[in-house]
Structure formats: structure tokens, C-alpha cells
């Protein structure tokens, strides 16, 4: 079996080499650059399986990875940053990032972090079952080829997009709440707030066109979860 390949971005050598080399003892092959440039190559040259980013970097920063690699694919992204606020933990996630990792950090707990999140990408998950289709109102999803559709159109969905709308599609009419969501889609090992699933609800949000003032698929039920309409709706 290969081994996970992890691309780690950090400029600071005192920290950069340890954590590399703590990949490479967890079983992980490290890939290391130092700037926002080098990194974007190497991801591109060379397809990691997960992208380990320091927010600060000397010509940009590591949410300028972040988001250039997501317009080209899905791959799992953790943060790493001395700067622990809510507001910076909000602003990773909102911009992709699966976890958020504040400076200082032991290199075991940045591996149990990596090893969560290959779990959750690795499962490719649709919550439960793996194939089937799913249909209310105009929107579809075909479960096993990770497709989905509203009308004619398909939908751009990122992995956990998906995920969260088979989850809640699969129960249409009822009220999954937060917490089985956050447990079903993002692992019950999920270290990070639970702020990203209001993120990734108004994404989604926003892929389904849906008003969430006037909502026709996603209802918010204040202090318990969502529902998406159900067929009768």
C-alpha cells in the first residue's frame, strides 16, 4: 500500500523539519515547500492526499493555497497557525479547510488530526449506504457516482457538500439535528467548532439557489437542525 502522500507548508526550518520528519515516522511521506508558490506547484505535480498549511508565508499566505487548490480539486486541508481566534478558525473553514490546528502543537497531535481527516475524505463518503439515488422535488443525487443535479443542471459540490445534502436529503420532511449531522458527516472524532456546519449549510445554500429567508429545501429549525422539504413540500 502507498503511503498517504502530505504536502506541508512552512517556511520556518525549526519547524518544518521535525514535523517533517514525524510524518515520515508515522507512516506518511512528507513533501515540504516553503512558499506560496512552491507549494501550488508541487500540489499540482505531484497530487498529495492531504495539504498540511502554515498561514503565514513569505509571499502570501496559506489560505492563498487553500483556495487556488480547491478551484482545481477536493483535497483534504489542514491549518496551522499561531493565531488562535474564533474569527481566524471561522475564516480557514470557511474557505475549505477540514481542521484548524493552533501554534504550539505536539507532532502527535497534528498526526491524529491528519489521520481523522484521511478517514473522513478516505470513506468518499455519502453518509450510510454508498449507492442508491435520491430524488425530491427537482433536485437529484445520484449517491454511488457522487453526482447531483436540481433540474437540469448539475451541482458543483465540494466533498462535504455532498455528503451533508444525502445526509439530509435522505431523511427529507424530518429534522436531522446538528448533532447527528456533524456526526454523520464530519466523524464524531471532529475536532474543529461546529460553526462550519452553518458554513457549509449556506454554501449549499447557495448551490441550491435556495433563499434561506423563504426557503423551498433547506429549513433552519433554530437550537435543533435542519430539514430539507420534503416531497409533499
Partial sequence: MPRPRILYVEDEPSILEPMAKALD?????????RTVREALELDERMDPDLLLL???LPDG???DVCREVRRRRDVPVIML???GTETDRIVGLEIGADDYVVKP????EVVARIRAVLRRSARGEAPMEATGSLEVDDVRVDVGARRAWRGDSELE??????DLLVRLMRDAGRVVTRESLMDDVWDVNWFGSTKTLDVHVGWLR????????????IHTVRGVGFRFA????
Fill in 206 to 217: 447557495r448551490k441550491l439557489a435556495d433563499d434561506p429567508q423563504e426557503p423551498r429545501y
Fill in 81 to 83: 497557525t499561531a493565531r
Fill in 105 to 108: 502543537f505536539s507532532s502527535a
Fill in 25 to 33: 515516522r508515522a507512516g506518511f511521506e512528507a513533501i515540504t515547500a
Fill in 61 to 63: 499566505d496559506g489560505r
Fill in 157 to 162: 459540490l465540494s466533498r462535504r457538500e455532498f
Fill in 230 to 233: 420534503g416531497a409533499e413540500s
Fill in 54 to 56: 502554515d498561514l503565514s
